[in-house]
């Protein structure tokens, strides 16, 4: 359901490269999701089940921090 999706990426060193979503899901899992929801495309059906998925995992691993 991701086939198709490619994101440019700019690297901390500068360098650019285009990256496949697949590929980045498995990287940075939540600044991937982060960056799907301040875009606005986070309701894409090839989006949206993972990336609220995501961000309610985090929100649940930072509240079980803080307890």
Do not use: H, N
């Not at 301040?38 to 961000?55: F, K, Q, V």
Request: hydrophobic residues 45%; charged residues 30%.
């Amino acid at each position: 359901m991701t086939k198709g999706w490619e994101f440019l990426i700019q690297w901390k060193d500068g360098t650019e490269s285009w990256c496949t979503l697949k590929e980045l899901k498995e990287l940075f899992p939540i600044e991937v999701a982060e960056y799907e929801k301040a875009r606005g495309i986070i309701d894409e059906p090839a989006l949206a089940w993972w990336c609220l998925y995501t961000l309610k995992k985090r929100d649940r691993v930072i509240a079980g921090l803080q307890a």
